[in-house]
T-cell receptor, first 109, second 113 residues
Framework: DAKTTQPPSMDCAEGRAANLPCNHS???????VYWYRQIHSQGPQYIIHGLKNNETNEMASLIITEDRKSSTLILPHATLRDTAVYYC??????????FGGGTRVLVKP | KAGVTQTPRYLIKTRGQQVTLSCSPI?????VSWYQQTPGQGLQFLFEYFSETQRNKGNFPGRFSGRQFSNSRSEMNVSTLELGDSALYLC????????????FGSGTRLTVV
């Protein structure tokens, strides 16, 4: 599975959009981009995933560049409950998840 | 529908003992995987089971083992516990086919004293 690079931490103001970048320059054609988040001491929570098209669900939007070498997770209106570690994972369908260090997001009032 | 259920939620064991953790996947999910999370090593894959067969294994010693039953429920066992085995153990399940995503349980917090 391709390696991903994320900033270790970022702050976001409550009510504002949070844009979380992820680089995955070695991504293969059959690999998907998955985003999970983990709130302290809980199991990781699935957010969204995509292959090459932009995706949106009730939690977030996923923007994947045309060359698929990077992506951005957008939380449209961050709340205090969005404070968590966010993981960007690239993998082929069915493969195990390989977690990196993630981005620690702190939403501030 | 019910999520991934792990029992027990918390566990304290003594060095040298063995422990068994249980996981019930989402109904209809036949693939179950296990992960270990520690502050030092982060989230690491232990193994995956599908239809009672281990399909993938992470880089852990043989003290860590697992199994899956015909109803897809899974157990993992750690023998001869060491202090370093203290961790959050997470179980996850996913649909058998397609690009369905993995859903995690809340985990079992194991403390070895």
């Amino acid at each position: 599975d391709a390696k991903t690079t994320q900033p270790p931490s970022m702050d976001c103001a409550e009510g504002r959009a949070a844009n979380l970048p992820c680089n995955h320059s070695t991504i293969s054609g059959n690999e998907y981009v998955y985003w999970y988040r983990q709130i302290h001491s809980q199991g990781p929570q699935y957010i969204i995933h995509g292959l090459k098209n932009n995706e949106t669900n009730e939690m977030a939007s996923l923007i994947i560049t045309e060359d698929r070498k990077s992506s951005t997770l957008i939380l449209p209106h961050a709340t205090l409950r969005d404070t968590a570690v966010y993981y960007c994972i690239v993998k082929a369908a069915g493969n195990k998840l390989t977690f990196g260090g993630g981005t620690r997001v702190l939403v501030k009032p | 529908k019910a999520g991934v259920t792990q029992t027990p939620r918390y566990l304290i064991k003594t060095r040298g003992q063995q422990v068994t953790l249980s996981c019930s996947p989402i109904s209809g999910h036949r693939s179950v995987s296990w992960y270990q999370q520690t502050p030092g090593q982060g989230l690491q894959f232990l193994f995956e089971y599908f239809s009672e067969t281990q399909r993938n294994k992470g880089n852990f010693p043989g003290r860590f083992s697992g199994r899956q039953f015909s109803n897809s429920r899974s157990e993992m066992n750690v023998s001869t516990l060491e202090l370093g085995d203290s961790a959050l153990y997470l179980c996850a399940s996913r649909p058998s086919s397609g690009t369905g995503y993995v859903t995690f349980g809340s985990g079992t917090r194991l403390t070895v004293v």
